[in-house]
């Protein structure tokens, strides 16, 4: 897939690629917009940090995909 506003890929980051094994990461949510949400439309894991429930996304690629693109933008807009 081509850069563009909905998708890129930056193979000159340090951290590339942030998931192993995964291929046609989208960097445009390299930080993942729907993380300080409780509810989110990825595959989170919890565990349990000093007594708080704490969200793992580190296993989740929901934000990487170029064709979640649409969703993400959607979910973010209904939760201004």
């Known amino acids: 897939m081509e850069n563009s506003y909905r998708y ?24 993942c917009p729907m993380f300080d949400f409780s509810r989110c439309l990825g595959n989170p894991a919890y ?3 000093e007594g708080k429930l704490v969200k793992d996304c580190s296993g989740c690629v929901y ?18």
């Open 8 to 31: 890129f890929e930056n193979h000159q980051c340090e951290y590339y690629p942030c998931h192993k094994g995964q291929q046609e990461l989208n960097c445009l949510f390299c930080y």
């Open 47 to 49: 565990m349990e940090r």
């Open 63 to 80: 934000p990487h995909r170029a064709e979640h693109y649409d969703a993400i933008i959607k979910f973010l807009e209904g939760n201004r």
